[in-house]
């Protein structure tokens, strides 16, 4: 079945350094690719999303390509705040299931320290 | 950004008792989905109904929920019996393309 992963749990790092959260995913179908991003005692919030292959898609500073040789979704910022400090979801939609139902990802949560 | 309302914020059980919980979606949207997240983490699919109708759902939800949507502007999910192991938050999201979600209905069951 369709699954996402997110290699990283927790990251750590500094303010104005650079951010990448992993994201991969299987499906054996045609799909769209999201950033979901939730902070502390907040609901998740769409970040990202695409469904085109090779496309760099871009919001709020952060932006992510679809590789659909890869399977991969990463999300970068190329310098990090301390408001970023948030959890990160990456999520898939099967199209072909003909709703919008997601598959989540396990989150990373980001903390950015200054 | 889209509103969707989930009621109460924060609800208190003791082991044993029924909980319910509402959420209205955000208006036009045709589909809703509940999950559970628990200790801020991994989003758990519960539920999905489309046009009021449920879709898809997991076995716990089968076993010891009750979900309705008795209209298009209101949904409902229910704990028969809850246990320490429910305690989580509940989160609503609507969607006509992509899924917006509500704030949550944060469930301690004691």
């Known amino acids: 079945g369709d699954s996402v992963t997110q290699t990283e749990g927790l990251v750590t790092l500094t303010e104005g350094l650079p951010v990448m959260l992993n994201c991969t995913y299987q499906t054996a179908y045609s799909t769209f690719l999201f950033w979901y991003v939730q902070h502390l005692n907040e609901a998740p919030k769409l970040l990202l999303k695409?469904?085109?292959?090779?496309k760099r898609t871009e919001h709020q500073g952060f932006h992510a390509t679809l590789h659909k040789s890869s399977s991969s979704f990463h999300l970068q910022k190329s310098s990090a705040q301390l408001s970023d400090s948030a959890l990160y979801y990456c999520a898939l939609s099967d199209l072909s299931s003909g709703s919008w139902q997601l598959i989540f990802g396990s989150g990373t949560q980001l903390t950015v320290m200054p | 950004d889209a509103a969707v309302t989930q009621k109460p914020r924060y609800l208190i059980k003791m082991k044993g008792q029924e909980a319910e919980m509402k959420c209205i979606p955000e208006k036009g949207h045709t589909a809703v989905f509940w999950y559970q997240q628990k200790q801020s983490k991994e989003l758990k699919f519960l539920i999905y109904f489309q046009n009021q109708q449920p879709l898809d759902q997991i076995d716990m939800v089968k076993e010891r929920f009750s979900a309705v949507c008795p209209s298009s502007s209101l949904c409902s999910l229910g704990i028969r019996t809850c246990e320490a192991e429910d305690s989580a938050l509940y989160l609503c999201?609507?969607?006509?393309?992509?899924?917006?979600f509500g704030p949550g209905t944060r469930l301690t069951v004691l």
């Open positions: 695409s469904s085109t292959d090779n």
């Open positions: 999201s609507s969607s006509q393309t992509e899924q917006f």
